[in-house]
C-alpha cells in the first residue's frame, strides 16, 4: 500500500526561513524614514544630527557587510549546513537592532548597518540554496520566488511603521522577527541533501520524509518518493568520486569565450540593477519625496512605493516566463529611463523657480512608475539571467563573484548618493540614473541573449560555445 506525501512542510519550512528575509527587508527600508529624523534637530543621537556624509555612510555600510557575508556564505554553508548557517545569520540582525536601541552617536549605526548587511549577504545566498534543496521541482521555481516577495515586504512594513511609530519605537518592534524566525526555524530540519554529504543517511531519509508529507519511520511512500531518495543516494555517490583533473575548475575554464561573455553579461547586469537608481532610491525615499515637494508627505508616498514594488516583483514572476528576460530587461530599462527622464525634468523646472503646483502629483506617480517597471525587470531578472548564461562549470564560482561585484556596485551607489544630489540637484542625480539606464537598455538589447524557454546547451551555443 502506497502513502500519498504533501508539499504543506516544504510551504512551511519556506515561511519560516523566509522570516529572515523579511527582516533583512525591514533594515533596507529603515534608511528612508530614519536618516530625515537623524538629521533633524530632535534627533535621538546625543551626538547631535548627523551629517550627510554620515548619512551616506550609515547607508553603505550595509553593503560592505553584505559583499562579506556574500563571500563568506558558501564555506558557511557547506562547513555548518543550510539551517545552522541561517540561523547565525540571524544573530547580527538581533545585535544591530539593539545597537539601534542603545546608539548615542552615528558610528553606532554604521557598524549596525554593516552587521545587518553581513546577515543579508549570507541570506541571498542560504535561502536559494535551502529552498532549492527541499522543494519538489512542481513547486520550486514558486516557492524560490517568495525570496524578493518577503524582502519587498519587510521594506513595505518598514516603511509603514516608520510613519506610525517613533524612531525608538521601531527597533524594539523588529527586534522580535529574527528572534521569531530562531523560534520557528529550529524545529526545522536541515536539508536531505546536507544531511546526505554528512553521511547522516538516516536524517537524509528522515528529512525527505518531512518535507515530502510522510511520517518520522513510515514504509508506506509513494513511487515517486521511492525514486527521489535513490536519486538522492546517487547523487551524493557522485560526489564523493574524486574529482578528474579535466573537471577541476582552473584558470582556462575563466577565459573561454562562452565564459568571457558570460562574466561580461553579468557584471554589466549587475551594474544595471544598481546604476539605475532604484535601490538607492528605495533606500532614501522619504529624503527623495521630501526634495521633490510631492503632494503627499514623505513617508507616505514611500509606503505608496513600496506596495509599488512589492506588487511589481510579484507581476514579474508571471512574465517572467511568457514575455521573456530580454523583452522585460528592455522594457524595464527603457520605462526607468523615461520615467526618470520626466522627474527631473519636474525637479529642474522646481529648481528655476517655475510654479509647478499643479503638477505636485508627477513626482510620486512618476517614482511609482519607475519602481514598477524597475520592479518587473531590472531589480530581478539580473539574476535570473546570470544563472543561465554561466557555463556549468564555472557558475558556483561565477555567480558568487558576480553577486560580490553587485555589493560593491550597491555601496557607490548608497554612498554617493547623497553627495550627488548636493552636487548635481536632484534633477542633475535623476538625470544621470535615467542616462544609466538608457545605457544598460542598449546593452540588453544588443548584446544579451533570449533564455526563455532555452536548454543550458542551446544556451552555450548562443554565447559562442562550441559546446557545453
Known amino acids: 500500500m502506497q502513502g500519498h506525501g504533501s508539499a504543506r512542510n516544504q510551504y512551511l519550512a519556506t515561511f519560516c526561513v523566509n522570516l529572515l528575509s523579511l527582516s533583512y527587508g525591514f533594515v533596507c527600508g529603515w534608511t528612508s524614514p530614519s536618516i530625515p529624523v537623524l538629521q533633524?534637530?530632535?534627533?535621538?543621537?546625543?551626538?547631535?544630527?548627523?551629517?550627510?556624509?554620515?548619512?551616506?555612510?550609515?547607508?553603505?555600510?550595509?553593503?560592505?557587510?553584505?559583499?562579506?557575508?556574500?563571500?563568506?556564505?558558501?564555506?558557511?554553508?557547506?562547513?555548518?549546513?543550510?539551517?545552522?548557517?541561517?540561523?547565525?545569520a540571524a544573530i547580527p540582525q538581533i545585535i544591530s537592532w539593539i545597537m539601534v536601541i542603545i546608539a548615542t552617536n552615528p558610528y553606532y549605526l554604521m557598524v549596525m548597518r554593516f552587521l545587518a548587511g553581513f546577515s543579508g549577504g549570507v541570506c541571498f545566498m542560504v535561502i536559494p540554496m535551502f529552498i532549492g534543496e527541499i522543494a519538489e521541482d512542481r513547486i520550486r521555481g514558486l516557492l524560490s520566488s517568495t525570496l524578493v516577495f518577503t524582502c519587498n515586504a519587510g521594506i513595505l512594513i518598514m516603511y509603514i511603521l516608520g510613519d506610525l511609530f517613533p524612531y525608538k519605537t521601531i527597533p524594539w518592534i523588529l527586534l522580535a522577527f529574527p528572534v521569531l524566525f530562531l523560534a520557528c526555524f529550529s524545529f526545522i530540519p536541515d536539508t536531505p541533501f546536507y544531511l546526505?554529504?554528512?553521511?547522516?543517511?538516516?536524517?537524509?531519509?528522515?528529512?525527505?520524509?518531512?518535507?515530502?508529507?510522510?511520517?518520522?519511520?513510515t514504509q508506506q511512500v509513494s513511487n515517486e518518493f521511492k525514486l527521489e531518495l535513490m536519486n538522492l543516494k546517487g547523487q551524493f555517490r557522485e560526489e564523493k568520486q574524486p574529482v578528474a583533473a579535466e573537471d577541476k575548475l582552473s584558470w582556462q575554464d575563466l577565459v573561454t569565450p562562452h565564459a568571457r561573455k558570460a562574466f561580461l553579461i553579468g557584471i554589466c547586469l549587475m551594474a544595471f540593477n544598481q546604476f539605475c537608481g532604484c535601490f538607492?532610491?528605495?533606500?532614501?525615499?522619504?529624503?527623495?519625496?521630501?526634495?521633490?515637494?510631492?503632494?503627499?508627505?514623505?513617508?507616505?508616498?514611500?509606503?505608496?512605493?513600496?506596495?509599488?514594488?512589492?506588487?511589481?516583483?510579484?507581476?514579474?514572476?508571471?512574465?517572467?516566463?511568457?514575455?521573456?528576460?530580454?523583452?522585460?530587461?528592455?522594457?524595464?530599462?527603457?520605462?526607468?529611463?523615461?520615467?526618470?527622464?520626466?522627474?527631473?525634468?519636474?525637479?529642474?523646472?522646481?529648481?528655476?523657480?517655475?510654479?509647478?503646483?499643479?503638477?505636485?502629483?508627477?513626482?510620486?506617480?512618476?517614482?511609482?512608475?519607475?519602481?514598477?517597471?524597475?520592479?518587473?525587470?531590472?531589480?530581478?531578472?539580473?539574476?535570473?539571467?546570470?544563472?543561465?548564461?554561466?557555463?556549468?562549470?564555472?557558475?558556483?564560482?561565477?555567480?558568487?563573484?558576480?553577486?560580490?561585484?553587485?555589493?560593491?556596485?550597491?555601496?557607490?551607489?548608497?554612498?554617493?548618493?547623497?553627495?550627488?544630489?548636493?552636487?548635481?540637484?536632484?534633477?542633475?542625480?535623476?538625470?544621470?540614473?535615467?542616462?544609466?539606464?538608457?545605457?544598460?537598455?542598449?546593452?540588453?538589447?544588443?548584446?544579451?541573449?533570449?533564455?526563455?524557454?532555452?536548454?543550458?546547451?542551446?544556451?552555450?551555443?548562443?554565447?559562442?560555445?562550441k559546446k557545453l
Not at 527623495?288 to 516583483?313: C, D, P, R
Open 196 to 217: 546526505m554529504q554528512q553521511n547522516n543517511y538516516t536524517k537524509s531519509e528522515n528529512a525527505l520524509l518531512f518535507y515530502r508529507g510522510y511520517r518520522y519511520g
Open 40 to 88: 533633524s534637530a530632535e534627533t535621538p543621537l546625543v551626538s547631535g544630527p548627523i551629517t550627510t556624509d554620515q548619512g551616506s555612510w550609515i547607508g553603505a555600510a550595509l553593503c560592505v557587510g553584505g559583499f562579506l557575508g556574500n563571500v563568506v556564505s558558501g564555506w558557511m554553508a557547506d562547513r555548518y549546513g543550510r539551517k545552522l548557517t541561517a540561523c547565525l
Open 280 to 465: 538607492a532610491m528605495l533606500n532614501y525615499t522619504a529624503t527623495v519625496f521630501a526634495e521633490s515637494g510631492s503632494s503627499l508627505s514623505a513617508n507616505m508616498s514611500a509606503i505608496v512605493i513600496g506596495t509599488i514594488q512589492m506588487f511589481g516583483s510579484t507581476f514579474s514572476t508571471v512574465l517572467v516566463e511568457r514575455a521573456g528576460r530580454k523583452l522585460l530587461l528592455i522594457i524595464s530599462g527603457a520605462g526607468i529611463a523615461t520615467g526618470l527622464s520626466i522627474f527631473s525634468g519636474f525637479s529642474y523646472a522646481k529648481s528655476l523657480g517655475h510654479d509647478v503646483t499643479a503638477f505636485n502629483w508627477l513626482p510620486l506617480v512618476c517614482f511609482s512608475f519607475v519602481i514598477f517597471i524597475a520592479s518587473m525587470g531590472v531589480l530581478t531578472l539580473p539574476f535570473v539571467v546570470l544563472a543561465e548564461v554561466m557555463p556549468q562549470k564555472i557558475k558556483g564560482f561565477a555567480i558568487t563573484s558576480c553577486m560580490a561585484v553587485l555589493w560593491v556596485f550597491a555601496f557607490v551607489a548608497i554612498k554617493y548618493f547623497s553627495t550627488l544630489f548636493d552636487v548635481l540637484g536632484m534633477h542633475g542625480t535623476l538625470l544621470l540614473f535615467a542616462l544609466c539606464s538608457l545605457a544598460g537598455t542598449v546593452f540588453v538589447a544588443t548584446v544579451v541573449p533570449e533564455t526563455k524557454g532555452k536548454s543550458f546547451d542551446a544556451i552555450a551555443k548562443l554565447m559562442g560555445a
